[in-house]
């Protein structure tokens, strides 16, 4: 068996900032499987869960399967496991089938959404069960389970049994028991949605240094697309069974494929327009009601009718008009803290969702008040 790895020195502190700049790098010591998914189907009588997906994954990748309800995300996650077989196609790890392979024997590391604790075992035992199944000698496990609850920020709750600790606690035993064994492939089944907000965002940044500690290629699913957005090197946005769009979080974000995606991922405006003029990847558009601005544009669309995406957050106010802006009636606003959220309507009927952070200088509107919008090319994307 393989020697543990070295713990990463601060993985407690300053999780924020390691985070951030560990987006895009990997552990120092990648033990991650690669991942080929070919083809794979996956019917119900005529309804496919899964239809005909393809799907490459790296060693030492953190990808997320991201879609709502019923979109075949869970269903995936259950093929790669081995939970379900293959109606069609196959699915590789390092380059070999595994459709025959039991799902004890291909070795991943699970964790879902029910923490499946042990309630009569000490966090100890709990974590040192896969060891201990595995016929791992009593000193390795020892020195094994006494890393990992470190890694995991557990050390000081080891002989406590799992009614004696929260349920942000109990998801970290949980995560640690699928870690011990070092898996190549660890596959977590939407294992945030229980807990409240704030220890949901605390355990997505330690999931994710997790990530860059032990190499291992991580498969999330989930339906939120905030943690999808924070945690993964590369989303998959899953609907009707179909991958739709795949790429790092900031290309879903910013550039989403459809509109389906759009919505989906984040909150959206999109506004109907028509193409005025094209200049390489810039388009001149102009809308229902009148406004002309640009937008950037991949696709070789020259004439006719297209939706832009406008992110709220990328919308600027004004009290009084500029060259750029076009005027707007407030029919809603909101403060949320931090942020102020406004909706207002525009002259062509268009409803705009705006963001802005709260400032001193800046009163929150009233109902039937005019602000003067406006956004660049930068700010907005045209949807296939």
Same mark, same amino acid.
């Given at each position: 068996?393989?020697?543990?790895? +070295? ?13 951030? $700049?560990?987006? &895009?790098t990997?552990? %120092? $010591?990648v !033990?991650?499987?690669?991942? +080929? ?7 119900y009588g005529?309804?496919?869960a899964?239809?005909r997906?393809?799907?490459d ?8 399967l ?26 590789l790890?390092?380059? =070999?089938? @595994? ?5 004890? =024997? ?6 879902? *959404?029910?923490?499946?604790l042990? #309630?009569?075992?000490t ?9 201990r199944? +595995? &016929? @791992? ?17 557990? %050390?000081d ?5 799992? %009614? ?5 606690? *109990? *998801? ?11 898996? =190549? ?5 939407? #294992? ?19 990530? $860059? ?11 939120? $697309?905030?943690e999808?957005l924070?945690?993964s ?9 179909? !991958?739709? *769009?795949?790429?790092r979080?900031l290309?879903?974000?910013?550039? #989403?494929?459809?509109?389906? @995606?759009?919505s ?10 028509? /193409? ?9 558009l102009?809308?229902?009601? &009148? ?8 696709d070789? /669309?020259?004439v ?8 709220p957050?990328r ?5 009084? #008009? ?5 005027p ?13 959220? /406004? ?8 409803t705009?969702l705006?963001r ?20 660049g ?6 949807l296939?």
């Open positions: 068996m393989a020697e543990p790895l +070295a713990l990463r020195a601060g993985i407690s502190g300053g999780a924020g900032v390691a985070t951030s $700049q560990a987006r &895009g990997r552990a %120092s $010591q !033990i991650g499987s690669s991942i +080929a998914v070919r083809g794979a189907e996956k019917r005529q309804f496919r899964v239809d997906i393809n799907l994954i790296e060693p030492g990748e953190f990808i997320t991201l879609g709502p309800s019923g979109s075949g995300k869970t269903t995936l996650l259950n093929l790669l496991a081995g939970f379900q077989s293959l109606d069609g196609g196959e699915i790890v390092d380059g =070999k089938p @595994v459709h025959n392979v039991p799902t004890h =024997k291909r070795g991943f590391g699970m964790v879902f *959404q029910s923490y499946a042990f #309630p009569n075992m966090v100890t035992q709990n974590v040192a069960f896969p060891l199944m +595995a &016929g @791992v000698d009593r000193a390795t496990t020892e020195r094994r389970v006494a890393e990992t609850l470190e890694i995991m920020r557990l %050390s709750h080891a002989n406590k049994s799992p %009614s004696e600790m929260s349920g942000g606690q *109990q *998801q970290r035993v949980a995560i640690a028991r699928a870690i011990v064994m070092r898996p =190549k492939v660890v596959l977590m089944d939407e #294992p945030l949605s229980a807990l409240d907000r704030r220890l949901r965002e605390s355990i997505q940044i330690e999931i994710r240094d997790l990530h $860059q500690t032990i190499g291992s290629t991580i498969l999330f699913v989930t339906h939120d $697309q905030g999808a924070t945690m090197d590369r989303i998959a946005v899953l609907d009707a069974g179909k !991958i739709v *769009q795949i790429g979080p290309d879903i974000y910013r550039h #989403p494929s459809n509109r389906f @995606v759009a989906f991922v984040g909150e959206s405006n999109l506004i109907e327009a028509e /193409i005025m003029q094209k200049r390489g990847t810039t388009v001149t102009k809308n229902r009601a &009148g406004y002309v601005f640009d937008a950037e544009s991949r070789a /669309i020259d006719g009718r297209v939706t832009v995406l406008v992110r957050e919308i600027a106010i004004a009290n009084e #008009p500029t060259g750029s802006s076009t707007v009636t407030v029919t809603s606003a909101i403060f949320l803290g931090e942020i102020l959220r /406004i909706e207002a309507q525009m002259d062509g009927g268009d705009l705006i802005c952070t709260d400032t001193a200088r800046r009163p929150l509107p009233n109902v039937g008040d005019c602000l003067h919008v406006s956004w090319s930068e700010d907005c994307w045209v296939t």
